[in-house]
């Protein structure tokens, strides 16, 4: 190991009277700050965010101000404007494709669809508005992953599209776009859109996709402002009750001890899992699935595969985040995470040690089987 060559530089000492002045600025930036906030927090005869019954005791709790009720804790009056697709020129083309051809049915399906239904699901929340002035937050709809998926539009269209559609926002331009809202619902996050750093830098991304090491020069997610959402799970399989799909077996009635269900992609970890169920084949279930053709894999035919072992291993693909971490939960098969930089959902309130394992993925091979197999009671029934 070559030493490091440290260069001295000569800097002007720090004197006694730097330090006191040093604590003086401190001390007048804390007072003014504290001035200024409480003067801010006193409610004003047009404030919404505190009644008249409110007394300054109650604003106040040994000198720290409460949190204000609207928008926070149990009591949230957020309101929420959705556009609607016929309202800008290109909205509809990032729905639909150029030639409007493209279905909202056809885009819910598959592991993208929850650009569709969040987007349902904010038309009918309570919490939408139907005035821009007094919305809180701007749900921007978009299907452009299926629609680029489905060939309605490229890349190049999908950059040209979403740079027209901003420039006819107002609102977006008001705010720098902080507070509107976009769905990127795959590993490559905001990158489908190639200029997302010059105009979406500033607003709010639900992605699958927390991941900093993927292969292009800058993370799309931002942990301050983003927020990562779950895979998108077949309908059939998070119905309640007995019309689901496909049902749990009894962990003593599975044939295998785990199982891998995917394509290798010619990543290391799935190749290696891949070269494992050939040497375990007992233990260990990764069959060649077909995903196109006369053979291609039904949705109950994949899920039939998946309910048939006690732990399903979840490795990373083009990037750290994996669907069969969600689909895992449906067929009661315990999720085994092999995606070293992985962020999770709302990973900050859920305890996701309590339900699912991570194993290093730089150690997969016998010692995860033998791990695997020396957890106890794994032979009963249990729910997750």
Known sequence: MRPHHHHHLSLPLCTRAHQIGALVL????????????????????????????????????????????????????????????????????????????????????GQWGTQVKIHRLLLKSKYRTMKKDEADFFFVPSYVKCVRMMGGLNDKEINQTYVKVLSQMPYFRRSGGRDHIFIFPSGAGAHLFRSWATYLNRSIILTPEGDRTD?????????????????????????????RVVHPLPLNKRKYLANFLGRAQS????LQLIELAKQYPDKLESPELKFSGPNKLGRTEYFDHLKNAKFCLAPRGESSWTLRFYESFFVECVPVLLSDQVELPFQNVIDYTEISIKWPSTRIGTELLDYLESIPGMNDTIEL
């Open 215 to 243: 292969k292009k020069d800058s993370s799309a997610f931002n942990t301050w402002k983003d927020i990562i959402i779950p895979g998108n799970v077949e309908d059939g399989m998070t119905k309640l009750g007995g019309s």
């Open 267 to 270: 990543k290391t970890g799935r």
């Open 26 to 109: 401190v001390a007048v930036t804390f007072v003014l700050t504290r001035s200024l906030d409480r003067l801010s927090s006193f409610p004003s005869s047009t404030s919404s965010l505190y009644s008249s019954s409110h007394s300054s005791s109650d604003l106040f709790h040994a000198g720290a101000l409460n949190w204000p009720e609207r928008g926070y804790g149990s009591h949230i009056e957020l309101r929420i404007y959705v556009y609607d697709e016929s309202e800008i020129d290109g909205l509809r083309e990032l729905m639909r494709g150029r030639d409007g051809q493209i279905t909202p049915q056809a885009c819910i399906k």
